[in-house]
């Protein structure tokens, strides 16, 4: 939790924080459920954060995205109870509604909670999404640690789904698949969102973190439903790179409001141009002429977004995949994260004040890229830089927003 971790306190210096290793994940995760419950976790696993190398809002209209895990990760320490009680726990004082950090139910009361703007209705909902399908079981008890940072546009909710999910899964030996072709607990976990926490998500952060994997980017294509996956090589570190995340600490309390809102101007955008969705345009000759056409300047503005952010995806996946002299292929990939932000704030109005300031501070501290990431007006930007600049392009984006009069935001890189 980048922003709600233990940072350092030098003001001098900016704010790191690291990822817990899987050890002190699992240590911390037991250590809630004896607390709470006073009882021993069978098992304890774990999901992570994910962040888009490019490719936003492409997969409410068919189109592909290329996002990639992070190291912070959700835990859950599981214990499987002998009744259908269902209790939950959360170590995130900041993710509690009011003094609710542990929630006390039954498998047959999780629908109460449909619509609940409250952490538990996301764990309570995959259990839900599980029992419609004919999953049912016995009741559990789940205690959650986490080091996903909050509202920061890296599905902190979806990594705690998605930890539910393989726990779920792995203590009612549900057997499901848990690697690429997770197909069926991607969608658990996006029923779990949009039917009981009240989400609005077309599935892009729940299939990248139950299919994708650690050091690789997934490409995922959503003209199939379910989406194809498919592994690209992240080579970032072989070259002396890295993905620096400026979480500027800055909430977005209607998100999902602003998200059914673009869900709309686009589903609205596809019927001007008589497509079932902008995703249908790829490849046809002329497409990008037919939206510049289109007469309603929101709609046009929303279509170019997501129509442009679809080449902006095969650009890079191709230069990650290639074979042209790296430098080449990673500037070119920086382009592509650049020109994205900008289609961001100027088509799809989704950028804000701080996420702009870090984008341009990391340009001038020559990162290859930046970009917003996530559902924007808030949360966090990313930006591509070599390593040994790590520290001072940190500074420089501290420094622009002290100087600005905005919080501080916290960073991290990997």
């Known amino acids: 939790m980048m922003g709600h971790m233990p940072v350092s306190s030098d003001l001098t210096e900016p704010r790191w924080t690291t990822a817990w290793s899987l050890d002190e994940g699992e240590r911390r995760a037991r250590a809630r459920m004896r607390q709470a419950f006073g009882v021993e976790a069978r098992h304890v696993w774990s999901a992570p954060g994910r962040?888009?190398?490019?490719?936003?809002?492409?997969?409410?209209?068919?189109?592909?995205?290329?996002?990639?895990?992070?190291?912070?990760?959700?835990?859950?320490?599981?214990?499987?109870?002998?009744?259908?009680?269902?209790r939950l726990v959360t170590d995130r004082a900041d993710a509690a509604c009011g003094d609710e950090a542990v929630w006390e139910g039954d498998l047959d009361s999780l629908q109460s909670l449909v619509g609940?703007?409250?952490?538990?209705?996301?764990?309570?909902?995959?259990?839900?999404?599980?029992?419609?399908?004919?999953?049912?079981?016995?009741?559990?008890?789940?205690?959650?640690?986490?080091?996903?940072?909050?509202?920061?546009?890296?599905?902190?909710?979806?990594?705690?789904t998605a930890a539910t999910a393989l726990a779920a899964n792995g203590l009612w030996g549900l057997a499901l698949a848990t690697d690429i072709t997770a197909v069926e607990l991607a969608d658990v976990c996006i029923d779990a969102e949009n039917e009981i926490a009240g989400?609005?998500?077309?599935?892009?952060?729940?299939h990248a973190i139950m299919r994708g994997a650690p050091g690789e980017a997934l490409h995922l294509d959503f003209a199939t439903s379910p989406p194809r996956a498919t592994g690209c090589p992240l080579t970032f570190a072989e070259y002396g790179l890295g993905l620096l995340v400026i979480d500027t600490g800055v909430p977005h309390p209607d998100q999902n409001e602003m998200?059914?809102?673009?869900?709309?101007?686009?589903?609205?955008?596809?019927?001007?141009?008589?497509?079932?969705?902008?995703?249908?345009?790829?490849?046809?000759?002329?497409?990008?002429?037919?939206?510049?056409?289109?007469?309603?300047?929101?709609?046009?503005?929303?279509?170019?977004?997501?129509?442009?952010?679809?080449?902006?995806?095969?650009?890079v996946r191709d230069e990650l995949t290639g074979t042209a002299p790296a430098h080449e292929r990673f500037v070119a990939v920086g382009k592509a994260m650049y020109r994205s932000h900008a289609s961001l704030e100027t088509d799809f109005d989704v950028s804000c004040e701080p996420l702009n300031l870090a984008v341009d501070q990391a340009f001038r501290a020559?990162?290859?890229?930046?970009?917003?990431?996530?559902?924007?007006?808030?949360?966090?930007?990313?930006?591509?830089?070599?390593?040994?600049?790590?520290?001072?392009?940190?500074?420089l984006i501290d420094a622009a927003f002290v100087a600005g009069g905005l919080p501080r935001p916290a960073f991290a890189f990997f």
Not at 71 to 81: L, N
Not at 372 to 394: F, M
């Open 366 to 395: 020559g990162a290859l890229g930046a970009r917003l990431t996530g559902s924007g007006r808030g949360g966090s930007a990313v930006a591509l830089i070599r390593r040994a600049q790590a520290t001072g392009t940190a500074r």
């Open 259 to 315: 998200v059914r809102e673009r869900m709309a101007q686009i589903g609205r955008a596809a019927a001007a141009l008589g497509v079932e969705s902008i995703g249908a345009l790829r490849a046809v000759p002329g497409a990008l002429a037919r939206i510049e056409a289109i007469d309603d300047p929101i709609l046009r503005k929303r279509a170019r977004h997501v129509f442009t952010e679809n080449e902006r995806v095969e650009v």
């Open 51 to 86: 962040l888009n190398i490019v490719g936003e809002y492409t997969d409410i209209s068919q189109g592909v995205s290329l996002p990639t895990p992070i190291p912070h990760r959700t835990f859950v320490a599981a214990a499987r109870r002998s009744d259908r009680v269902v």
């Open 116 to 160: 609940e703007d409250c952490w538990m209705a996301y764990p309570a909902g995959v259990l839900w999404a599980l029992i419609e399908r004919g999953f049912a079981s016995t009741g559990i008890d789940l205690a959650f640690a986490s080091c996903v940072p909050l509202s920061a546009g890296l599905s902190a909710s979806t990594s705690l």
């Open 199 to 206: 989400g609005a998500t077309a599935g892009l952060a729940q």
